[in-house]
């Protein structure tokens, strides 16, 4: 989707999102001439590995969103422990950050978190709950930060896949109604709908 006017760009039908599925789709598109300065998106590894692949020079921004709900839901609901809900409240105010100060603030405030807790963390019991959610959330923040903010220097990223997500959920609703459909009509129906979403624009 082109995140300005939210259009479809180009679509495919798949089975499961990943490396192989992407990396053929990207590679006819750039022979058609695509070159994108920036793509958001989520922090699934084969897709981003076949961009980086495909187009060597392209920013990818991290979907803020995606950052904060994966680690929020991680952290739980009510975390058991004073750094679980520290972190959890620094990450809720992830997608709030619109200017360079507001990213320099929460980057300080997560090194002072991992100053304050990071001996507390690997002191826990390596098979406790609070011990695999810290871990993970911290192994995800620290993946994604490098290319988090890259919307802060230009205003034509976007810093959440939201639009898209959106759309998508949509468009999943729809097949749910549709539930007899071949495999053959089902990509001619992603067809389709793509084309009506784009003449609606």
Not at 126 to 137: G, I, S, Y
Request: glycine share 4%; aromatic share 12%.
């Amino acid at each position: 989707m082109n995140a300005k006017g939210q259009k479809i760009i180009s679509h495919v039908y798949a089975k499961k999102e990943g490396y192989k599925t992407v990396l053929n789709w990207f590679h006819n598109l750039k022979l058609k001439g695509l070159n994108p300065r920036c793509v958001t998106m989520d922090g699934e590894q084969g897709v981003m590995r076949a961009v980086r692949e495909i187009w060597p020079e392209t920013k990818i921004q991290r979907c803020l969103y995606h950052i904060q709900s994966e680690g929020m839901r991680w952290l739980r609901t009510y975390p058991k422990t004073q750094a679980g809900r520290d972190l959890r409240f620094l990450l809720s105010t992830l997608c709030s950050i619109q200017t360079v100060k507001e990213r320099n603030l929460f980057i300080k405030r997560y090194k002072q978190w991992l100053n304050q807790y990071f001996d507390f963390v690997k002191s826990l019991p390596k098979n406790q709950v609070a011990f695999k959610d810290l871990k993970r959330t911290i192994s995800l923040i620290n993946n994604a930060l490098p290319n988090m903010f890259h919307y802060l220097k230009d205003r034509n990223i976007h810093k959440t896949s939201n639009a898209l997500e959106g759309f998508y959920s949509r468009l999943k609703s729809d097949y749910r109604r549709h539930r007899g459909l071949t495999q053959e009509h089902k990509i001619k129906y992603l067809s389709w709908y793509c084309y009506y979403k784009n003449m609606a624009n």
